[in-house]
């Protein structure tokens, strides 16, 4: 590991500045995602800006009926958080389907939306790739691609999004609250918070520089069936091949997000409109332009057979 200067910071914005002020520095919370990608020399950041002592630890609720969760929310105290499961169950089984319990007790609520892709080729750095290294190519194109994406891909990257807490908040209309370096606050749309690779992959949010999350806030409740379901080559401690949120009303109408399949959660308003018809039309319409590896085209199906799944368990 490389050396590096470390400071804790006294609140929002000073922690915002500090990092601005610094060359190549970066924010630490849990660090159970930052600290493997210095060991293995990705990220080498020169100088550690540390949050945790700045309050965002609470759950709280909203004017408008929401909830709002700190950045520094554990995974495992916003999983077992009583009007969590009572009201976003979908948040909470999402959170316990992720990592272990000992990572779970460490992982922020921040630091799970803002994880790097687990990629191989991102991981091996005898390997060009244009996360890292922008501009160096995409080993994974033509490589060995079953886990990674089918949809909303480049000619520059095909790697996923790993959160599977990410693809319940996406399904709930999540917004995450920010704090700039200048003092300046602003509400991110979930929706709108991960990008697609495109030919910059290399910028995954729509973050600016050492811009700090500090919240993240969940509307009103909206009831209804809420299901996480996750497939993957293991029970446990293991990365999606196929995750499906879902919401589902009495009436068969609902949300939808998968995990899995993309460089961010992937959510189509307008498939949402087929669920009533059932897995293969919502599933069809959901996955309209998805440009498949020759090792992962199974992520196709499997995207409608666990939809399939998640739609029977809501009825019953």
């Known amino acids: ?10 609140g929002p914005a000073e922690a915002a500045q500090a990092a601005a002020t610094k060359p190549n520095a970066k924010f630490i919370a849990g660090g159970t995602n930052l600290l493997d990608l210095m060991k293995l020399e990705i990220e080498a950041p020169a100088h550690l800006v540390d949050v945790n002592g700045l309050g965002f630890d609470k759950i709280e609720p909203t004017a408008e009926g929401g909830i709002r969760i700190g950045a520094l929310v554990r995974n495992t105290a916003l999983a077992a958080d009583e009007r969590v499961r009572r009201d976003y169950g979908l948040l909470s ?29 991102f991981y091996d750095t005898n390997m060009p790739c244009n996360k890292r290294t922008p501009g160096s190519g995409c080993s994974a194109i033509g490589g060995v691609a079953r886990t990674l994406g089918v949809i909303g891909i480049s000619d520059s990257c095909i790697a996923t999004h790993p959160s599977d807490m990410a693809i ?17 606050k602003r509400s991110i749309p979930i929706a709108d918070f991960h990008r ?22 969940l ?3 909206i009831g209804g069936k809420q299901i996480y379901r996750k497939v993957r080559d293991r029970a446990s401690y293991a990365f999606a091949l196929v995750s499906v949120g879902a919401i589902v ?3 068969g109408t609902g949300r939808v997000a998968v995990g899995g399949v993309s460089h961010k959660p992937w959510r189509v308003e307008a498939a949402e409109a087929e669920l009533p018809r059932g897995a293969r039309a919502t599933a069809d319409r959901l996955m309209d332009g998805a440009k498949p590896a020759h090792d992962n085209k199974f992520k196709l199906a499997l995207v409608e057979r666990t939809l399939a799944s998640v739609l029977a368990e809501a009825k019953g």
Do not use: W
Request: hydrophobic share 30%; proline share 10%.
């Open 219 to 221: 509307p009103k409740p």
């Open 1 to 10: 590991m490389r050396s590096f200067t470390y400071e804790k910071a006294k």
């Open 93 to 121: 089984r999402a959170l316990l389907a992720g990592a272990s319990g000992q990572l779970r007790n460490k992982a922020t609520t921040a630091g799970n939306l803002l994880q790097r892709t687990r990629c191989p080729y």
């Open 249 to 251: 009303q009495p009436d």
């Open 196 to 217: 697609l690779p495109g030919d910059t992959p290399h910028i995954e949010t729509s973050l600016t520089p050492n811009e700090l999350i500090t919240s993240v806030t």
């Open 168 to 184: 319940a908040m996406r399904a709930l209309d999540a917004a995450v609250e920010t704090v700039d370096p200048s003092g300046k």
